[in-house]
């Protein structure tokens, strides 16, 4: 017999998952390889009933989604591309998370950032979500600690800017907290 004097925690994307808001049936699609993990709790809140897919661009990044799946026991459907390659399937997600933790978004060259955005705009349904996660600066004792390796990052006003400017309507700053940043744009048509 055990006893669990204990309970367990919300887990390490408890706040992502909040934020982003997936649910059962929903159609998720995932850029960016920065945190396989965040990537499996997204899919397994759509289900059985729904669709995962994530784009990654290096091969290792694919296998470790793939390794963090199986161990998590969800489907994701991963595909190895630099960006979007879904050719003339349009309008066929309900939410999009692009994961930008590693700094995915800053590091491209602005007219790739542009294809991307676009492809990811096409991509999602009308009244669909495009959500980016980004790390936030350390502040304080965290910066003296870990400051030499800051990630690139585009910020909340470069995000903001870069999402409106490829016809993302609102957006918005849905949170910044924990170390992490928040962005949510909506295709509205």
């Known amino acids: 017999m055990r006893f669990f004097f204990f309970r367990r925690g919300p887990g390490p994307h408890a706040l992502a998952l909040a934020m982003v808001g997936v649910k059962m049936g929903e159609r998720f ?27 990654v661009a290096p091969e290792d990044a694919a296998t470790a989604l793939r390794d963090r799946a199986a161990r998590e026991g969800v489907l994701v459907d991963v595909e190895v591309q630099p960006r979007p390659p879904f050719g003339a399937v349009g309008a066929s997600f309900d939410v999009a ?5 590693d700094g995915y978004l800053a590091s491209l060259a602005p007219e790739v950032r ?10 999602l349904r009308p009244g669909g979500r495009a959500i980016v996660v980004e790390r936030t ?8 600690v870990g400051g030499a390796g800051e990630r690139q990052r585009l910020g909340s006003e470069g995000t903001v800017e870069a999402l409106s ?15 992490y940043l928040f962005v949510e744009g909506l295709r509205t048509t």
Do not use: Q, W
């Open 29 to 55: 699609l995932a850029l960016g390889s920065g945190t396989p993990g965040m990537i499996a709790a997204f899919a397994g809140k759509v289900g059985l009933t729904g669709r995962a897919a994530a784009i």
């Open 97 to 101: 998370v692009i994961d930008s933790t």
């Open 114 to 123: 542009v294809g991307v955005l676009r492809d990811l705009r096409r991509l």
């Open 137 to 144: 600066p350390h502040g304080g004792l965290g910066k003296l």
């Open 165 to 179: 400017a490829e016809g993302f309507r609102p957006v918005r700053v849905i949170a910044e907290r924990d170390g």
